[in-house]
């Protein structure tokens, strides 16, 4: 599962984790939701990002996140194709621990990388996607902070 695309730091590390084993990737790009901004907020001011903080209002939440989503995802598959891995993708549109878990399922997953930006908050109190996905999906879960290009 993922919240942004793909950067060339991420797909080095993601296609490399097992060696000179063959992996396939089934991506989940997870659109901007209607979450608390303020929870956002507070994120960024951690991270010492206080402009990003001021402009959380204008990134596109809801239905208005699809388009870039899709654009992330498409990006996404493209480099993991072209590092020569098999990548099938998918938007989140409901539940997306729900859906997680029936991907996993359906794919025969040996594991699951949700690969996000930190959200101190929420990990704090265990309610970040790895946190809850670990509980839920049935397969190891592994959670790595994405690079920013």
């Known amino acids: ?3 942004q695309p793909l950067s ?3 797909v080095e590390f993601v296609t490399t984790l097992h060696g000179d084993d063959e992996v ?6 997870q659109p901007r939701g209607d979450q608390d901004r ?3 907020a507070i994120d960024d001011v951690a991270l010492g990002e206080l402009t990003d903080a001021a402009k959380e209002g204008e990134v596109p939440e ?3 996140a699809a388009p870039p989503a899709r654009r992330a995802l498409d990006h996404s598959l ?3 194709r072209q590092a020569g891995c098999e990548a099938v993708g998918h938007l989140v549109e409901e539940h997306p621990l729900d859906q997680l ?7 025969g997953a040996d594991e ?3 690969l996000t930006a930190p959200h101190y908050v929420e990990e704090f109190f265990h309610r970040d996607w790895a946190s809850r996905a670990r509980h839920k999906v049935g397969v190891p879960v592994l959670k790595l902070y994405a690079h920013s290009e």
């Open 38 to 40: 303020l929870l956002r």
């Open 112 to 114: 699951v990388i949700v």
């Open 24 to 29: 396939s990737f089934v991506v989940l790009m």
């Open 8 to 10: 060339s730091p991420d």
């Open 101 to 107: 878990t029936a991907v996993a399922r359906e794919a």
């Open 1 to 3: 599962m993922i919240e």
């Open 62 to 64: 809801g239905e208005d």
């Open 78 to 80: 493209e480099v993991l």
